[in-house]
């Protein structure tokens, strides 16, 4: 009863909303009768040149193109027509990847109405019998190309949705230098419109060209790249020895607790391994790797491409003072640096109740002082010793590897 009355009081809510958001399909079609009477009844009209330009013109009508850069514009175009009937256009769906986010994250849901179209994802799922559920959905519209690397995987269907015309043969390049030159590839270009086009091919044949609106469908053939659940090996990663190794890397994520829409600090972070993997465990975790050296800061980054997740944030600099002004974390990993004063206190302080703390160490010294965090904080002190086979002349023996105090806290 509490949730109906909630939701009702929203729809009424929205009825009053300063701006209404509405979805165009390819040729600039309204999804609904009453997205185009919202249309043509609005004082003012915000959208792209090319939405602008596909809709028809009404008298007295005032059409704005979006200000760029975007976001920094947005704010000062909103509040110049405050208090007219506004209609901001967009593409199929406003909510997926599209212009509808942006203006609820700007303004809130009790301010913005959205008339969704009928979406391209949906279009070229019809186009190829595939289910919804049977696929995954990758965005790449303003975003890195690398981004589709996580959903690499033998048979895994991926629905790409392209920036521009560009993306198809890069999404093509990367495929075939990560083994998957086999993979089936469906460009759909203009989905909806008279012009509609589909072209298929492998991504080893991709030679173009494609459409500037297009959505690129992925059959994946290729090798098994590496699971999403934690203990990548080690060799996924370039590094220079300065790497949480898989064991322990393991042990520290599975206290770390990846959750969908959680951020990470991953400090110390050496290669980035930690974060990488955080934000390997789903499409919406974040994570910043804060790292001292140049180098490897740079390394992070290259390694955080390669493995599908190239929105990690580097920061490039020396706790505790780097992780000044950083958004607050959920959770902490110190790798390296937890001696150095302030690091510790710095972390400790930064996390929410529920807020997850993961610390290792090698040294006498960094273990000396887990042991009296633990004893004053509380939480799990565990030792790792791992050891692995390797020759021993024409025998087999077993060869320890660094033992790793880790202690583990939940705030």
């Not at 040149?49 to 000062?76: C, D, I, K, N």
């Not at 083994?179 to 030679?207: F, H, K, N, Q």
């Not at 790497?243 to 991953?266: C, F, H, N, Q």
């Not at 904080?377 to 790792?384: A, I, N």
């Amino acid at each position: 009863m509490t949730c109906a009355v909630t939701l009702a009081s929203r729809l009424v809510t929205s009825s009053a909303a300063f701006l209404t958001v509405i979805g165009l399909d390819a040729a600039g079609r309204c999804g609904s009768e009453q997205a185009e009477a919202e249309v043509a009844a609005a004082e003012v009209l915000l959208g792209g040149r090319r939405h602008l330009a596909l809709t028809p013109a009404v008298p007295g009508q005032v059409r704005v193109p979006w200000p760029s850069p975007l976001r920094a514009g947005l704010p000062a175009l909103l509040e110049e027509h405050a208090g007219r009937r506004v209609v901001a256009l967009a593409s199929g769906d406003p909510m997926r990847s599209g212009i509808g986010t942006t203006l609820v994250g700007l303004l809130g849901e009790d301010r913005v109405r959205v008339l969704p179209a009928v979406s391209s994802v949906a279009l070229a799922r019809a186009r190829l019998g595939w289910s919804a559920e049977s696929c995954a959905v990758v965005t790449l519209v303003g975003r890195d190309v690398h981004g589709v690397l996580r959903e690499l995987a033998p048979g895994r269907r991926v629905i790409v949705l392209a920036s521009d015309e560009h993306t198809p043969g890069q999404v093509a390049a990367l495929l075939v230098d990560r083994g998957y030159a086999a993979s089936r590839l469906v460009v759909l270009g203009d989905l909806g419109a008279a012009d509609e086009s589909v072209m298929e091919t492998t991504a080893s044949a991709y030679a173009g060209p494609a459409p500037r609106l297009n959505v690129l469908a992925l059959e994946l053939a290729g090798p098994p790249v590496g699971g999403w659940v934690a203990g990548l090996p080690d060799d996924a990663f370039e590094h220079d020895g300065q790497l949480t190794k898989r064991d322990v890397r393991a042990s520290a994520l599975a206290r770390l607790a990846p959750v969908p829409g959680e951020r990470l600090w991953d400090v110390g972070a050496g290669a980035g391994s930690v974060g990488i993997e955080w934000m390997r465990a789903h499409p919406t975790c974040r994570a910043v790797a804060v790292e001292s050296r140049p180098d490897r800061a740079a390394r992070v980054l290259r390694n955080a491409r390669a493995l599908g997740v190239p929105a990690l944030e580097v920061v490039e600099g020396r706790a505790p003072q780097a992780l000044t002004g950083l958004a607050s974390p959920d959770a902490v990993f110190i790798g390296g640096g937890a001696t150095r004063t302030g690091v510790l206190d710095a972390c400790l302080d930064a996390l929410r109740p529920g807020g997850r703390l993961v610390v290792h160490g090698v040294t006498l010294e960094t273990e000396a002082m887990l042991a009296a965090a633990h004893a004053a904080h509380g939480g799990e002190l565990t030792r790792l010793a791992v050891e692995q086979t390797a020759p021993v002349g024409t025998f087999t023996g077993w060869t320890p590897a660094r033992t790793v105090t880790q202690w583990s806290l939940v705030r």
